[in-house]
T-cell receptor, first 112, second 114 residues
């Protein structure tokens, strides 16, 4: 079945460090890919998405590129801030009315 | 205005009780979902409704019964609560029909079964 694999956390970084959170997927068909973020005590918010190969999603300094050849959608940010501390979820969807399939989430802690 | 709202935010109850969680969206979306997030933060789909019709039921025990009185509401009723039902339950909605649709999530309901 369809699945998403994320790197295990937690990830702890100092402020202004470079962030990469790896995400790979297995899917039948041609999925859309998403990164969601969950701040402490809140629901999930869409961070960025990409819908076809080589598309780059970006938002709030975060970027991820849809790589069909490696079935990957790694999340990157050049300089993290304390306010980026959250749990990040990679997800996919393979058809229009279907729910998202989530990875297990990666907790990021950024220390000043 | 809150796009997807859930009530209550916290729910503490005894084993064996019956409880409901309500969800409402004011986005005019056609599709609504319930997800369960366990203590390790893993998110899994439970149900999906499109225009008040159930389209996905992911092998959830029949103690869980979703009800959609109209397109804007999807409530979750749980009978005979068990310890393992303790989790955070998220409602979400999307326009539906498109692969690229964004799902909008509610703030979650933290259910604790004692």
């Amino acid at each position: 079945g369809d699945s998403v694999t994320q790197m295990e956390g937690p990830v702890t970084l100092s402020e202004e460090a470079f962030l990469t959170i790896n995400c790979t997927y297995t899917a039948t068909g041609y999925p859309s890919l998403f990164w969601y973020v969950q701040y402490p005590g809140e629901g999930l918010q869409l961070l960025l998405k990409a819908t076809k190969a080589d598309d780059k999603g970006s938002n709030k300094g975060f970027e991820a590129t849809y790589r069909k050849e490696t079935t990957s959608f790694h999340l990157e940010k050049g300089s993290v801030q304390v306010s980026d501390s959250a749990v990040y979820f990679c997800a996919l969807r393979v058809t229009g009315n279907t729910p998202l399939v989530f990875g297990k989430g990666t907790r990021l802690s950024v220390i000043a | 205005d809150t796009a997807v709202s859930q009530t209550p935010k916290y729910l503490v109850t005894q084993m064996g009780n019956d409880k409901s969680i309500k969800c409402e969206q004011n986005l005019g979306h056609d599709t609504m979902y319930w997800y369960k997030q366990d203590s390790k933060k893993f998110l899994k789909i439970m149900f999906s409704y499109n225009n008040k019709e159930l389209i996905i039921n992911e092998t959830v025990p029949n103690r869980f019964s979703p009800k959609s009185p109209d397109k804007a509401h999807l409530n979750l009723h749980i009978n005979s609560l068990e310890l393992g039902d303790s989790a955070v339950y998220f409602c979400a909605s999307s326009q539906g029909g498109s692969l690229t649709d964004t799902q909008y999530f509610g703030p979650g309901t933290r259910l604790t079964v004692l």
